[in-house]
C-alpha cells in the first residue's frame, strides 16, 4: 500500500463502484463523515452503527434473532406435538443437560462436532453458540432461560395463519 492509498481513498473507490439504493446510502454516508471528520465526526456514527442511548446495539439485535430462529427450528422439529409452553420446558431441559454435559467439552470449538451433527445436540450447540452473544447469557449458564424460549415461541404464534395451524393440530 503506498502512501495515496489510504483507508478514505479504498472508501471512496468503493463508493463510486456501489449502485442503487445501497450506493446511494453509503456515498451519503461518506461525504457526511468527510464533512464532518475535522470536527470528530465519526464514520460509525455516520453509518448508523453506534446504537442510540437505551437502544439494543445492532450485532446484540442479531444475535437474539439467530437464538430466536434456532429455539424455532428445535421446537418444529422436535417439539411439534407438543404446546408451546411444554415445547419450552423440554427445549430448557434439553439445553441445561447438554451444556453440563457434552459441551463443556464443545465449548471452544465453532461447529458441532461431526459426531453429533443431523441431531438435537448439534442443534443445542449452535442455540448456546448464538444464545453466548447475547446480554442475557450470564457467565455460569449459557442456556437461555424458559422465558426466552418462550417469548421465541410465542413471535410465530402471532400471525393468525399460524395460530389457526396450531390450534388445528391440538384439536
Do not use: N
Amino acid at each position: 500500500m503506498d502512501e495515496s492509498d489510504t483507508g478514505i481513498t479504498r472508501l471512496r473507490r468503493i463508493a463510486v463502484q456501489l449502485s442503487g439504493d445501497d450506493g446511494r446510502w453509503f456515498r451519503e454516508c461518506l461525504e457526511l463523515y468527510q464533512a464532518g471528520a475535522r470536527d470528530g465526526l465519526r464514520l460509525e456514527v455516520c453509518l448508523g452503527l453506534v446504537p442510540e442511548r437505551g437502544r439494543t446495539p445492532w450485532w446484540e439485535r442479531e444475535s437474539c434473532a439467530e437464538r430466536d430462529k434456532i429455539v424455532r427450528g428445535i421446537a418444529a422439529k422436535y417439539c411439534a406435538a407438543m404446546r408451546t409452553t411444554d415445547a419450552a420446558r423440554w427445549i430448557v431441559g434439553q439445553a441445561f443437560i447438554y451444556e453440563t454435559g457434552e459441551y463443556r467439552f464443545h465449548r471452544k470449538l465453532m461447529a458441532p462436532p461431526a459426531a453429533i451433527e443431523g441431531t438435537v445436540k448439534a442443534d443445542l450447540f449452535r442455540l448456546l453458540k448464538a444464545h453466548g452473544r447475547t446480554r442475557s447469557a450470564s457467565r455460569k449458564a449459557l442456556s437461555p432461560s424458559y422465558a426466552t424460549i418462550l417469548r421465541a415461541l410465542k413471535k410465530i404464534m402471532k400471525s393468525p395463519f399460524l395460530r389457526k395451524i396450531a390450534h388445528d393440530k391440538r384439536a
